[in-house]
């Protein structure tokens, strides 16, 4: 069974541009989550869904942040335009909604704005 | 809202030796208590959580302890091995069926041959 997708590995990118992280959760998992880690700190959470619905997003930063979830299935975050204390690696994650309780993490996608 | 502290930041162990990381959470409401290691180039990997019902819980030689009234959890890891060298994270949330974990900023743990 294939993980949790996420592409690309790695963006390099200039401030005001747009970028568009992608994530492929595992197959029949209806939770997925994405999660940010700036600078060394903390795993902080940024947003929820369970199918393509929004379940919580209180996690996200501001307005410039978008996620979508398409028919349930891969999720995208789009960030427009991106600043420079947006670089860090973003996470996605995602668990059966059954269970809930253990959630697979991707790879990460390791951001930077210069 | 929910705020973990984990300490300490960097731990540096010979192989063999028992390594011990602390947690600590503010929010009683937390139930749920599971804990991630990340090998350089991967997402963090589940190695083991523990429920608020339950005082400890041991899989081979990692085993994790959880206070409630102190609201404190910790990772014990017995026997050290070099790929046991990585970064560690404790998270707590509320278990409502799905997670919404709040994480620890992170123990980067070294292991000598």
């Known amino acids: 069974e294939a993980g949790v997708t996420q592409f690309p590995s790695h963006s390099v990118i200039e401030k005001g541009q747009t970028v568009t992280l992608r994530c492929d959760p595992i197959?029949?998992?209806?939770?997925l989550y994405w999660y940010r880690r700036v600078m060394g700190k903390e795993i902080k959470f940024l947003l929820h869904?369970?199918?393509?619905?929004?379940?919580?997003e209180s996690g996200m930063p501001n307005n410039r942040f978008l996620a979508e979830r398409t028919g349930g299935t891969y999720s995208t975050l789009k960030v427009q335009p991106a600043e420079l204390e947006d670089s860090g690696v973003y996470f996605c994650?995602?668990?059966?909604?059954?269970?809930?309780?253990?959630?697979?993490f991707g790879q990460g996608t390791r951001l930077t704005v210069v | 809202g929910e705020n973990v502290e984990q300490h300490p930041s960097t731990l540096s162990v010979q192989e063999g030796d028992s390594a011990v990381i602390k947690c600590t959470y503010s929010?009683?409401?937390?139930?749920?208590f599971p804990w991630y290691k990340q090998e350089l180039g991967k997402g963090p990997q589940l190695i083991i959580d523990i429920r608020s019902n339950v005082g400890e819980k041991k899989d081979q030689r990692i085993a994790v302890t959880l206070n409630k009234t102190a609201k404190h959890f910790s990772l014990h890891i017995t026997e050290t091995q070099p790929e046991d060298s990585a970064v560690y994270f404790c998270a707590a949330s509320k278990n409502t069926g799905f997670q919404k974990l709040v994480f620890g900023t992170g123990t980067r743990l070294l292991v000598s041959p």
């Open positions: 197959s029949g998992h209806d939770n």
């Open positions: 994650a995602s668990s059966h909604r059954g269970t809930g309780l253990e959630a697979f």
């Open positions: 929010d009683s409401a937390s139930n749920y």
């Open positions: 869904f369970v199918k393509e619905s929004k379940q919580d």
